[in-house]
């Protein structure tokens, strides 16, 4: 069975720090890796995602995540954060191939003071 | 506009009804999804469905039930046999075989509220 972890529960920054959000996965195969984000009264939407090739994936508004296969890790990560980032985000994953169930990790709520 | 409609936004529920959540999307995508999120705890499956007329359990499948008579309808019935369901319903979909595949695009969700 596929899970994810997220470890940061509550992130609170100012604005201009550097950002990293940790998330592992645990799956025996090939996995897709992604990170999904709701802002406040939004729809939950794709951040970045990852199927192949390249580990470094950037994704919209600056944010760009690296897969480390060795470390089952999919770290998302943005140099400077805005206000505008305040959101929550979550770590997902699915195995390679077709339609398969998505499992998403319990969130990250970052919270950007100006 | 390509999207999934979720109906009611609202909903109010006595001990003991079943209640029915629509979704439909006009993506022409194959799968769907139902995710149930409560703070804290992330999206946690409760069905998904890859072709009409097959579904199948996610990880918190009891007390709930699918259809998927139609490749744009996938509606969650909430029974009385789940112990907890209050909480915030999300419909999702994926399909295509290029750049938006296994990509879920979701709706704008359900807020069931138990009496």
């Known amino acids: 069975a596929q899970s994810v972890s997220q470890h940061n529960h509550h992130v609170i920054l100012s604005e201009a720090a550097s950002l990293e959000l940790g998330c592992n996965y645990s799956?025996?195969?090939?996995?897709?890796l992604f990170w999904y984000v709701q802002y406040p009264g939004q729809h939950l939407q794709l951040l970045l995602k990852?199927?192949?090739?390249?580990?470094l994936v950037k994704g919209i508004k600056g944010f760009e995540a690296e897969f480390i296969k060795s470390k089952f890790s999919f770290n998302l990560r943005k140099p400077s954060v805005q206000w505008s980032d305040t959101a929550e985000y979550f770590c997902?994953?699915?195995?390679?191939?077709?339609?398969?169930?998505?499992?998403f990790g319990t969130g990250t709520k970052l919270q950007v003071i100006p | 506009d390509g999207g999934i409609t979720q109906s009611p936004k609202y909903l109010f529920r006595k001990e003991g009804q079943n209640v029915t959540l629509s979704c439909e999307q006009n993506l022409n995508h194959d799968a769907m999804y139902w995710y149930r999120q409560d703070p804290g705890q992330g999206l946690r499956l409760i069905y998904y469905s890859q072709i009409v007329n097959d579904f199948q359990k996610g990880d918190i499948a009891e007390g709930y039930s699918v259809s998927r008579e139609k490749k744009e309808s996938f509606p969650l019935t909430v029974t009385s046999a789940q112990k907890n369901p209050t909480a915030f319903y999300l419909c999702a979909s994926m399909g295509g075989m290029f750049s938006g595949a296994n990509v879920l695009t979701f709706g704008a969700g359900s807020r069931l509220t138990v009496l």
């Open positions: 990852y199927f192949s090739g390249d580990p």
């Open positions: 997902a994953v699915n195995a390679h191939g077709g339609y398969q169930k998505v499992t």
């Open positions: 799956y025996g195969g090939t996995v897709n």
